[in-house]
């Protein structure tokens, strides 16, 4: 066990050294605190809200004539007829159904809408970084919004140069 961790505790050294000695360079960037504050993001979160509010307004729409078709037949259900009352409880029960496939429908579109709206300006954000990496020599840049980085030894903070980059304040 002792040769294991002695051998573990070389190793680190050697890539530390040989890191040191190369001059690779270190960088971090915050990307989720980048995302909110690129303007593109707020307005895709403002269309996606008012998508997913339409939608909730048809399923309310929806479940109001559930509601107003249940107490008709709860209020009725006694002077109808069998054959009358199972057509009701028929096209109750297709309504509630139709309610559930457009409640997992919409969610469905919410995702795809989301999908859609974030993935060019996660892009952008992505190819920000990866200029900026580039152009100024970064060996490795580590997102902290992750929180995978348990250690860091000091390292640049590449969010000032992104900013400048997307011209964001």
Request: glycine residues 4%; without cysteine.
């Amino acid at each position: 066990m002792n040769k294991r961790l002695t051998l573990i505790a070389l190793l680190l050294f050697s890539f530390s050294s040989l890191f040191a000695q190369t001059g690779l360079k270190f960088g971090h960037i915050n990307s989720t605190q980048l995302l909110t504050i690129m303007p593109e993001t707020k307005l895709a979160d403002s269309t996606l809200e008012r998508f997913g509010k339409s939608l909730e307004a048809q399923l309310k729409t929806m479940t109001a004539e559930y509601q107003s078709k249940l107490a008709d037949y709860k209020e009725k259900a006694g002077s109808m007829s069998d054959p009358v009352k199972a057509t009701r409880e028929q096209e109750l029960t297709d309504l509630g159904q139709r309610i559930q496939d457009f409640q997992e429908s919409a969610q469905s579109s919410i995702e795809k809408k989301k999908e859609e709206l974030y993935s060019p300006i996660i892009k952008k954000a992505q190819d920000a970084i990866h200029d900026i990496s580039k152009d100024k020599g970064y060996a490795y840049v580590f997102d902290t919004s992750v929180g995978a980085v348990l250690y860091a030894q000091e390292s640049d903070d590449l969010m000032p140069m992104i900013k400048q980059k997307l011209g964001l304040k």
